[in-house]
């Protein structure tokens, strides 16, 4: 009954690899995120989701995708993975009403990311 | 560029002592802000705070924002070693589909 779960958990690969990384939420929410956490447990905002059209695509290479099939997945997909790739991956979700006051974010566990 | 500073950036303790942590922001279109604890998985939420001088309480846990002075602290009595964690502050803006931009954190170690 996990609200936001990403899956895998960890995830060991080698430079130049191409991996994805999946993330569900059965909360009913309308907006996804997913963001990155580097070794300094800085949190920085990569893209959100919200009615399957991408509206925040912060500074982030283009080798790094998001898919969503449907309001409840957003997928992360890297290509050419690098060194400075490796971090911690979280997913959030959050409903989302434009002229309300927003709702909190609920994350995933994430997935931890390193390039040998 | 929206700024969210977190201060200080680590904190030791003992179990019993009270600490205040400070969360200074600079955004345009100021919204909300909110805290997160974050232990070895996800940040978990606290506190979403829009309006100043309206403390939110969640047991030993407190927090109020200052919208004029443009900060937020988040106090926690009585420590104990399960509040070791990092603690999250983060702003949200009007017309940002509800981004959040996160501070550094601080590291909150509680010593038995």
């Known amino acids: 009954d996990t609200a936001v779960s990403q899956t895998p958990k960890y995830l060991v690969t080698q430079m130049g690899n191409d991996k994805s990384i999946k993330c569900e939420q059965n909360l009913g929410h309308d907006t996804m995120y997913w963001y990155k956490q580097d070794s300094k447990k800085f949190l920085k905002i990569m893209f959100s989701y919200n009615n399957k059209e991408l509206i925040i695509n912060e500074t982030v290479p283009n080798r790094f995708s998001p898919k969503s099939p449907d309001k409840a997945h957003l997928n992360l997909h890297i290509n050419s993975l690098e060194l400075g790739d490796s971090a911690v991956y979280f997913c959030?979700?959050?409903?989302?009403?434009?002229?309300?006051?927003?709702?909190?974010?609920?994350f995933g566990d994430g997935t931890r990311l390193s390039i040998l | 560029e929206d700024k969210v500073v977190q201060s200080p950036l680590s904190l030791v303790v003992h179990e019993g002592d009270t600490v205040t942590l400070n969360c200074s922001y600079e955004?345009?279109?100021?919204?909300?802000l909110l805290w997160y604890k974050q232990e070895k998985k996800a940040p978990t939420f606290l506190f979403m705070l829009t309006s100043s001088g309206i403390e939110k309480k969640s047991g030993r846990l407190s927090s109020i924002l200052d919208k004029k002075e443009l900060f937020s602290i988040l106090n926690i009595t009585a420590t104990q070693t399960g509040d070791s964690a990092v603690y999250l502050c983060a702003v949200v803006a009007d017309g940002n589909n509800n981004d959040m931009r996160f501070g550094a954190g601080t590291r909150l170690t509680v010593k038995p």
């Open positions: 955004v345009t279109n100021f919204r909300s």
């Open positions: 959030a979700s959050s409903s989302h009403a434009p002229s309300a006051t927003h709702q909190p974010q609920h």
